[in-house]
């Protein structure tokens, strides 16, 4: 699924992204738009109850705050997951079911208002991914 405008608000295809008090912003690359955004019923997700979207690494640029940004890992320590050291606002984790991604919080896309995406499916975190005994070979 991907997204290109939210209540007639257009997705930049360089779109910034900040954090509560401001501290931190981020640009991002959409060129296609808000690409898969769901929620997530794993421990870390149904605690910040975001809305997360993904891009690609390269698709993340630090335009200010890279020294207020703090990492939080759990578990595996695989994920990592970064918030705003002042306000505490999660901005963007790179995945452990696909480290070749972010994912980041939609909520904080400047001028888009993530209670007017259509129906934002819930991922089953859970039984995460590289936790579930493999599949036959697709
Ligand atoms: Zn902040």
Redesign the pocket.
């Known amino acids: 699924m991907s997204i290109k405008s939210v209540g007639g608000v257009a997705v930049q295809p360089k779109h910034k992204l900040s954090?509560?008090?401001?501290?931190?912003v981020l640009e991002l690359s959409l060129p296609d738009g808000i690409v898969d955004p769901r929620r997530c019923n794993c421990s870390m997700c149904r605690r910040r109850g975001a809305i997360v979207a993904s891009v690609p690494l390269d698709g993340i640029r630090v335009v200010q705050?890279e020294p207020?940004l703090r990492l939080y890992q759990f578990n595996t320590k695989v994920a990592r997951h970064y918030f705003?050291?002042?306000?505490?606002?999660y901005t963007h984790h790179q995945r452990r079911s696909n480290p070749h991604q972010y994912g980041y919080n939609v909520g904080c896309l400047e001028g888009i208002d993530p209670f007017l995406l259509p129906h934002v499916p819930t991922n089953d975190g859970v039984n995460h991914p590289s936790d579930r005994a493999p599949t036959k070979a697709a």
């Open positions: 954090c509560h008090c401001g501290a931190v705050g207020d705003c050291g002042v306000c505490g606002i």
